[in-house]
């Protein structure tokens, strides 16, 4: 698995088609798309997406009301979307909805999932972030 990072502006087609940056394109064709927190969508290579659903099924306690919604409201958001011959793949309404997305959106690399965010909420989300840098990365602990 590789780790994903960096900050591409792209925008959706008319038919709600998006692209993944050549820098994030991993060989898979097809990609697992899922509601994000924060209004984001989370896209996941099957490698880390199987490795998110373990880690699910490890922590999630069968007798726990909360964790049982959690996980509906998680897995039936997600979507396994396999792209078409020139690399686009068709975004479902319901995470469009989600993250707010009209056309202009932003595409970033997460470490192990990709984000792809609406840029005006990209924007307001990352607002002050020059400013706040040296605390954050504080935060970071490392």
């Known amino acids: 698995m590789f780790y ?3 900050e ?7 038919k709600n088609r998006i692209r993944i940056p ?4 991993g060989e898979e064709k097809a990609l697992f798309f899922a509601k ?20 699910i099924e490890e922590n999630n306690k069968l007798t726990d009301e909360r964790q049982r919604k ?7 958001s997600a979507f396994h979307i396999e792209g078409d011959g020139q690399g686009r793949m068709v975004l479902p309404v319901l995470l469009k909805e989600h993250a707010k997305i ?9 470490g192990t999932h990709i984000e792809i ?8 989300y990352f607002e002050g972030e020059e400013e706040s840098f040296d605390d954050m990365f504080n935060i970071l602990g490392i």
């Not at 050549?22 to 394109?25: A, E, I, R, T, Y």
């Not at 965010?117 to 307001?124: C, G």
Request: neutral net charge; contains cysteine; aromatic residues 14%.
């Open 70 to 76: 959690a996980v509906r409201i998680f897995e039936k």
């Open 22 to 25: 050549n820098k994030l394109k």
């Open 117 to 124: 965010w609406a840029k005006e909420v990209y924007d307001k």
């Open 36 to 55: 994000g927190p924060n209004s984001c969508i989370y896209v996941y290579y099957e490698e880390a997406f199987q490795e998110l659903c373990r880690k």
């Open 8 to 14: 591409y502006s792209h925008q959706m087609d008319t």
């Open 102 to 110: 009209d056309r202009e959106l932003v595409i970033c690399g997460a």
């Open 4 to 6: 994903l990072t960096g």
